[in-house]
Structure formats: C-alpha cells, structure tokens
C-alpha cells in the first residue's frame, strides 16, 4: 500500500506516481492535505485532483511506501504539516520506504531530518549535482517531473 499526500503538487509528478504504481498492482491512497474532505486539491498548475481520503485519516493506517510529489508550494506545506511529517518518521523508523521528488526533497525531507545524506531533488533546490534519480537506505528522491516516471519505478524496484 502506498500513501501520497496531496497539497499544490506538481501534476505530472503526482499523477506518474499513482499510474505507474498501479499498473505495478499496488494500491495507491492519495491523500489531501489543507483541503476539505472531498474538496478537490488544486494543484501546482491549475489542474485539480480528487483525494481518496485526508490526511489526518490516512496517517491512522499503515503504509509500506510514502511518495511525497513536488511542486511549489505544495511540497514546502507538506514539509511544514505534522501529519505528513508523522507520517514519514512513522516509515523510517519502521524502516519502511519513502521518497520524494523534485522540491521535495530539500523542503520537505531536508528541514526534518528525513533526508539522507545522499539525495537529489530539483536542481534549483540542489547544492551538488547528484544523479537524476538516486536510491540510498529507505528513501528514493528525484528531481522533477522529467523524471517522474524513473522515480515511480524506482519506488516499484525497492
């Protein structure tokens, strides 16, 4: 089972993590974050998504992936929302995989202390040129939507 919160993300990163992952036969929860319950979330540009559920209900269940998608500002609220922040520690300490792409991972990973030493993420946000996509302990970063697709099957390869 796979969580995605949703908050502004960016649209390609968010709708590659749940096509590709579902085609893989698992099943992908996305959840809203700062919306409604049944609000769409209006994402980065404009398009609007439907969420299964919120996030203060999905972080009752337990998830065997967490894929946070980037996009701004949608990837800084996720970083700065408790339940979403809950939701990765819960992963890490199960040691359970996460990951996050484009922004991310410097803005949502990065100010918790969820981000390993070895990432990427988009290159506006990077420090050092990494690898499009890199996969180190439990977590799998990205760096935008060019790489969506690479970053959704390397959540399927771990």
Request: aromatic share 4%; glycine share 8%.
């Amino acid at each position: 089972k796979v969580l995605s919160p949703l908050d502004a993300a960016q649209e390609l990163e968010a709708t590659a993590i749940v096509n590709v992952l579902r085609r893989a036969g698992w099943s992908v929860t996305l959840a809203s974050v700062g919306v409604a319950d049944g609000a769409p979330v209006l994402c980065a540009r404009g398009q609007r998504l439907l969420a299964d559920t919120t996030i203060e209900e999905a972080k009752l269940v337990s998830f065997d992936v967490v894929a946070i998608p980037g996009g701004m500002p949608g990837a800084e609220r996720l970083g700065e929302d408790a339940s979403v922040i809950a939701c990765l520690r819960k992963q890490r300490e199960a040691g359970n995989w996460y990951g996050a792409i484009c922004a991310a991972p410097a803005v949502a990973l990065a100010p918790s202390g969820l981000l390993p030493p070895q990432a990427t993420c988009h290159p506006a946000f990077e420090r050092a040129s990494l690898p499009p996509t890199c996969r180190c302990g439990w977590c799998v970063t990205s760096r935008g939507p060019g790489t969506a697709i690479d970053f959704a099957l390397k959540l399927v390869e771990a």
